[in-house]
Nanobody, 126 residues
Framework: VQLVESGGGLAQAGGSLRLSCAAS????????MGWFRQVPEKEREFVAG????????DYADGVKGRFTISRDNAKNTVTLQMNSLKPEDTAVYFC????????????????????WGQGTQVTVVS
């Protein structure tokens, strides 16, 4: 399984960006998927996660109401719509998949995920 992120870039505070993650190989519809982000010298942090059917999602407190995660199992993609961006959203964003079972029920736990994309930079300026 490989994950490739796209859609990062530069945005103004208050603006929007849409990140996409394309999966190849495996059975995408059976994977829990997540988005994490990392800034230099800090640990990677959870942003949003979604279960295989798309019926259950989870968000970090700092992005609730601003970010929306969704997936299209027919296209093997997961998307992160980011609105009302803030300078503190600046980070490298990573897509992740839980491919190897078991999934223990915690979308926000980095250890749930075993496949990671290469990351895409998001920079928000005020």
């Amino acid at each position: 399984v490989q994950l490739v992120e796209s859609g990062g870039g530069l945005a103004q505070a208050g603006g929007s960006l849409r990140l996409s993650c394309a999966a190849s190989g495996g059975t995408f519809s059976s994977y829990a998927m997540g988005w994490f982000r990392q800034v230099p010298e800090k640990e990677r942090e959870f942003v949003a996660g979604i279960l295989w059917s798309g019926g259950s999602t989870d968000y970090a407190d700092g992005v609730k109401g601003r970010f929306t995660i969704s997936r299209d199992n027919a296209k093997n993609t997961v998307t992160l719509q980011m609105n009302s961006l803030k300078p503190e959203d600046t980070a490298v964003y990573f897509c992740a998949a839980n491919v190897i079972p078991p999934y223990t029920g915690s979308l926000y736990v980095e250890g749930e995920y075993d496949i990671w994309g290469q990351g895409t930079q998001v920079t928000v300026v005020s």
